[in-house]
C-alpha cells in the first residue's frame, strides 16, 4: 500500500495505490494526519490504483470527511473502480462523498 | 480334501470292522450255546435211548420169561405123571400129548428113556408136536438109529445135572424139524433112578417175532444170542444157528469192541458199548435172559439216537445262519445309512466349505493389503471388514488410475450369499466402469444402469463412490443412498451428500456429484452401519454420536479402524454381531498440495496476518473460477470476519490462533472462522445504519455490515470453547 499525498493551493491530492486492507489502514491512517490538518481545501481521493478497500480504509476515508466537514473543505473522490464503487454502494459512502 | 476322504474311507472301513466283529461274535455266541446245548441235548438223548432200550429189553425179557415160565412149568408139572408111567411106557404118549395139548407155548415134547432102564422098551422116547398150519397134533418117535436121542445134549445134559436143562437152540432134524429150544428134566423112579428124560420145545419162531418186534428206532436192530454165542435171532434170518456171534465179531472192523461185547453177553452181563462199523457208529445195550443164559442186545446206530436232535441241531444253524445274513443285511444297512448320513453331513461340509471359499472370494476382491500402495507417502488408506457369522455383502474397493484414487464403500441390503453374489458383481461392475470413467456421478449412474437392468431379486446396494485427485486434493464424490463419510479436517463433520437412491432400484436415475478440495492431512472416514447400527446386548445401537467420539483425536488411518473395531467391539460385548462391519479410512497426506490450493488456513491473532488471508482467499476464489470483483468481495468479508475475531475475540496482549477453513462446492462456498478466544457473536452486533450523514456515521460497525451484505448466510455457534462463524456464498 502506497498512500502520495500532493498538496496544491486549492486542494490536496491524496493518491491510494494497491490494496487497503486492515494493517494498510494502519499505516495509511498516519499517513494522512497532514491531510487531516489541512482538512479546509478540497480534498481529491485519487483511487485510480485503489484495487481493495475494507472497513479500516473506509473509516480512513470517512475521517478525512468528517475532518473536511468540520473544517468546511470539501472530499471528492475520484476514478473509483466498480468493485470499489460496490463496496461504497454497500456502506452507504456513495451518499457520503461526490464521485467523480 | 483328499485327507478329508481318507479319514472318511478309513472310518467306513473301521464301521465295515467293527461290523465284522460284530457279526464274529454273534456267530461264536450262537455256535457257542448250541454248542453246549447240543451237549446237554445229547447225554438227555442218549440217556434216554439207554432207558428206553432197557426198559424194551426188560419188557422182552419178561416175556421170554413168561415163555419160559409156562415151558418150565409145563414139565414140571407132568414130572410127577411121567414117574407115575415109567412102569407103563406105553402111556407116556399120552403125558406128552398133554403137555403140547395143554400149553400153547410148547411146540413139542417127549419123555425119553433112559437106554435100558424098561426092560420092554430099551430105547424109546415118543414125540408128539405141533405141526405149524396144521391142527391136528404128530406122534413119531426120536428113538430111531438116525436121531439118537440118548446122544442129545437136551437129553444128556440134565442127567448129568440132575436138574432142568436149557439147551442150546438147535435144528432138530429128525425131531421137531424147527428152531427150537429144549427144557428138559431128568425123571426119577421111586429109587432115585435116572429113569427118564422130560421135555417140552419151545420154537424159537416167536422169539424171532418178539424180539423182531422190538423196535426202539427204526432203524435199530436186535440180537439174541445163546449161552455160547449162537445167534438165534438176528436181522440177517439166514445167520440164525449159522453163525456164532464170535465169528462175526471176527469179520467186525472194531474186533476188540465187539468181542468184549460178545464176552459179556455170553457171560450173562448187562450194559452198553459203542462201536464203529462201515463208518457208522453204534450204541448196543444188552441184557441177560436168566435161566435160559441167552443175552439180548439192541443195536442203535448213532445218527437214530442222535436224529432229531441233529436235525433240530440243522434247523438251529440253519436259523442261526439266518440271523447271521439278516445281521449282516442290517449291519450293511446301517452302514449304507451311515455313510448317506455321513454323506450329508459331507455335503452340509462340503457347502459350508464352498461358503467359507465364497467368502474367501468375496474377501480377496477387497483390498485386504495395508498399506495398498506402499510407494506412496500422499496416502495413508486402511480399510476393512470385520464379517458377521453369515456371509454378508458388504464392500469397499480402491485403486489408483492416472493419479487419481478410485474409491467406494457399499453395502447389499439383505445377507447371505445373495448379497455375496450381488457384491461380488457391483465390486466387479465399479472395476469395469471406473476403468475408464473419471467422473463419480457417471460411474454411479452407469452402476445403476447395470445393476437395474439384471436386478430380478430386487436388491440393491447403497454405494458412496469417490474420485481423489492426488495432485491437488481435488474430491469428486457422488452418494447412492449411502451414509455420508465423515471429513475430518480441523474439526470433523459429515461430508455433505445428496442422498440420492440406492444403486439398483430404478434406472435412468440422475445422480447429482459434489466435489470438495481435501487439504493435506484431511482424511475421510467411510462406514456402512454395521458400524452405527451394532447393537449390544440392551438393543442398544452404537450410533453415529459413538462413532464421532472414537474419532475425534487424529490419527492413522489404521489407528483409527483399530480404535473403531475395539469401540464397538467394546460396546457390542457378547452380543452377535448381525452385520458386517466395514471401514475405509483415507488420509491425504500430499504436502506438496500447492500453496495456493490450501483450503485451510491458520492465523495469529495479529492483524499482519491479514495478507495471506487475502491470498488464501484469493486461490479459492480463483480455484473456485470466480471473478475479481466476487474475489474482492469474499475477501473483503473474510477480512471483516478475520479482523472482527483478532480484535475482539482475544482481549489486547493475549495470544490466539484462528483456523479459517474454505469448503468449495459446484454452486457454494462456505467458509469457517474457529477460535478459541472469548465467547463473541459478531452476528449479535447492531446493524450499522447506512443511510445516516456524515456528522452521525459511526465509524466502526462497517466490518460486520459488510460480512453480511456480501455472504449469503452468517451463523455463528459456539461449541467446546471455540467460536464458530460460518458463512456461505453461492456462486
Known amino acids: 500500500m502506497e498512500v502520495k499525498i500532493n498538496k496544491q493551493d486549492s486542494n490536496i491530492i491524496v493518491e491510494f495505490i494497491g490494496r487497503l486492507d486492515t494493517p494498510a489502514s494502519v499505516e495509511a491512517s498516519q499517513a494522512i494526519e497532514p491531510v487531516l490538518a489541512d482538512a479546509g481545501k478540497t480534498i481529491i481521493l485519487e483511487c485510480k490504483e485503489l484495487s481493495y478497500i475494507s472497513s479500516s480504509g473506509l473509516r480512513i476515508f470517512l475521517t478525512i470527511r468528517k475532518a473536511a466537514a468540520a473544517k468546511g473543505g470539501k472530499v471528492i473522490v475520484r476514478n473509483i473502480t466498480d468493485d470499489i464503487r460496490h463496496v461504497f454502494m454497500m456502506t452507504g459512502f456513495l451518499n457520503l462523498f461526490e464521485i467523480q | 480334501m483328499k485327507m478329508k476322504e481318507a479319514l472318511g474311507n478309513s472310518s467306513i472301513r473301521d464301521f465295515a470292522r467293527g461290523g465284522l466283529m460284530l457279526i464274529l461274535i454273534a456267530a461264536l455266541t450262537l455256535e457257542a450255546t448250541s454248542i453246549i446245548q447240543f451237549y446237554f441235548s445229547q447225554k438227555g438223548i442218549k440217556e434216554e435211548a439207554r432207558l428206553r432200550a432197557e426198559s424194551e429189553m426188560e419188557a422182552t425179557q419178561l416175556k421170554i420169561l413168561d415163555v419160559v415160565d409156562q415151558a418150565e412149568a409145563a414139565v414140571r408139572n407132568s414130572i410127577w405123571i411121567a414117574q407115575w408111567c415109567l412102569d407103563f411106557p406105553d402111556s407116556l404118549p399120552s403125558v406128552t400129548r398133554r403137555i403140547v395139548t395143554d400149553n400153547p407155548v410148547v411146540a413139542g415134547s417127549t419123555v425119553a428113556m433112559v437106554p435100558g432102564y424098561s426092560k420092554r422098551r430099551p430105547l424109546f422116547s415118543p414125540y408128539c408136536h405141533k405141526v405149524p398150519g396144521i391142527d391136528t397134533l404128530c406122534f413119531k418117535s426120536l428113538a430111531t438109529p438116525e436121531y439118537d436121542y440118548p446122544s442129545q445134549s437136551w437129553f444128556t445134559e440134565p442127567l448129568r445135572l440132575g436138574k432142568g436143562y436149557w439147551s442150546e437152540p438147535y435144528v432138530d432134524e429128525g425131531g421137531g424139524e424147527m428152531l427150537m429150544t429144549t427144557y428138559s428134566v431128568p425123571i426119577f423112579d421111586r429109587k432115585g433112578q435116572a429113569a427118564a428124560v422130560l421135555t417140552a420145545d419151545i420154537s424159537l419162531d416167536w422169539l424171532t417175532e418178539l424180539v423182531g418186534g422190538i423196535e426202539v428206532y427204526p432203524n435199530a436192530f436186535n440180537l439174541v444170542i445163546s449161552r455160547e454165542g449162537q445167534l438165534m435171532v438176528c436181522p440177517a434170518e439166514s445167520l440164525v444157528m449159522q453163525r456164532t456171534f464170535m465169528e462175526m465179531a471176527a469179520k467186525a472192523e472194531d474186533t476188540t469192541t465187539i468181542n468184549k461185547l460178545g464176552r459179556s453177553m455170553m457171560s450173562g452181563r448187562s450194559g452198553q458199548i459203542e462201536f464203529k462199523q462201515k463208518g ?139 448379497a455375496a453374489l450381488v457384491m461380488a458383481v457391483t465390486r466387479s461392475i465399479f472395476r469395469n466402469i471406473a476403468a475408464h470413467e473419471d467422473r463419480p456421478e457417471r460411474i454411479v449412474s452407469d452402476m445403476n444402469e447395470s445393476l437395474s437392468d439384471m436386478n430380478e431379486s430386487n436388491m440393491f446396494v447403497t454405494f458412496f463412490c469417490g474420485v481423489l485427485d492426488l495432485t491437488d486434493g481435488h474430491l469428486r464424490y457422488c452418494n447412492a443412498g449411502h451414509n455420508a463419510p465423515l471429513i475430518l479436517t480441523t474439526d470433523k463433520r459429515s461430508l455433505p451428500i445428496f442422498s440420492n437412491l440406492p444403486l439398483g432400484i430404478i434406472s435412468d436415475m440422475e445422480f447429482k456429484g459434489q466435489e470438495r478440495y481435501l487439504c493435506y492431512d484431511d482424511a475421510l472416514f467411510l462406514y456402512t452401519d454395521g458400524v452405527t447400527e451394532a447393537e449390544n446386548s440392551a438393543h442398544e445401537q452404537f450410533g453415529e454420536q459413538r462413532l464421532s467420539d472414537v474419532l475425534s483425536s487424529r490419527r492413522s488411518s489404521i489407528e483409527h479402524l483399530k480404535a473403531m473395531e475395539e469401540a464397538v467391539a467394546a460396546f457390542v460385548g457378547d452380543a452377535e454381531p448381525s452385520d458386517d462391519i466395514t471401514m475405509l479410512s483415507i488420509h491425504y497426506l500430499n504436502d506438496k498440495v500447492p500453496e495456493g490450493l490450501e483450503r485451510h488456513l491458520t492465523l495469529h491473532n495479529d492483524i499482519q496476518q491479514i495478507p495471506r488471508l487475502s491470498a488464501f482467499i484469493d486461490s479459492i476464489a480463483e480455484k473456485a473460477g470466480l471473478d475479481s470483483s466476487l474475489s474482492m468481495s469474499l475477501n473483503l468479508a473474510m477480512e471483516e470476519a478475520v479482523t472482527n475475531v483478532m480484535l475482539y475475540a482475544y482481549p489486547k496482549g493475549t495470544e490466539g490462533d484462528i483456523d479459517v477453513e474454505a469448503y468449495i462446492s459446484p454452486d457454494m462456498l462456505e467458509f469457517t472462522i474457529s477460535d478459541s478466544g472469548m465467547e463473541f457473536d459478531p452476528t449479535a452486533a447492531p446493524e450499522a445504519d447506512t443511510s445516516l450523514g456524515v456528522e452521525d456515521r459511526k465509524i466502526g460497525g462497517l466490518g460486520i455490515h459488510l460480512v453480511r451484505k456480501i455472504m449469503d448466510s452468517v451463523t455463528y455457534n459456539r461449541e467446546n470453547g471455540k467460536n464458530h462463524l460460518s458463512m456461505t456464498k453461492k456462486i
Not at chain 2, 324 to 345: C, D, S, T
Not at chain 2, 351 to 373: D, H, V, Y
Open chain 2, 280 to 418: 457208522k457208529r453204534y450204541h448196543a445195550f444188552f441184557a441177560p435172559v436168566e435161566r435160559t443164559g441167552w443175552s439180548i442186545s439192541i443195536f442203535i446206530p448213532d445218527s437214530e439216537i442222535y436224529g432229531s436232535i441233529r436235525r433240530i441241531g440243522a434247523f438251529v444253524k440253519l436259523l442261526q445262519i439266518l440271523g447271521i445274513v439278516m445281521l449282516i443285511l442290517i449291519l450293511r444297512a446301517v452302514a449304507k445309512n451311515q455313510m448317506k448320513y455321513k454323506e450329508i453331513a459331507d455335503k452340509k461340509e462340503r457347502i459350508e466349505n464352498e461358503l467359507q471359499i465364497a467368502r474367501g472370494i468375496q474377501m480377496s476382491m477387497i483390498p485386504k493389503t495395508f498399506p495398498p500402495f506402499p510407494e506412496r507417502h500422499d496416502l495413508d488408506i486402511c480399510g476393512i471388514i470385520v464379517p458377521a457369522k453369515e456371509v454378508g455383502g458388504d464392500l469397499y474397493d480402491l485403486f489408483i488410475r492416472d493419479e487419481k484414487l478410485f474409491f467406494c464403500i457399499g453395502d447389499v441390503s439383505g445377507k447371505g450369499v445373495p
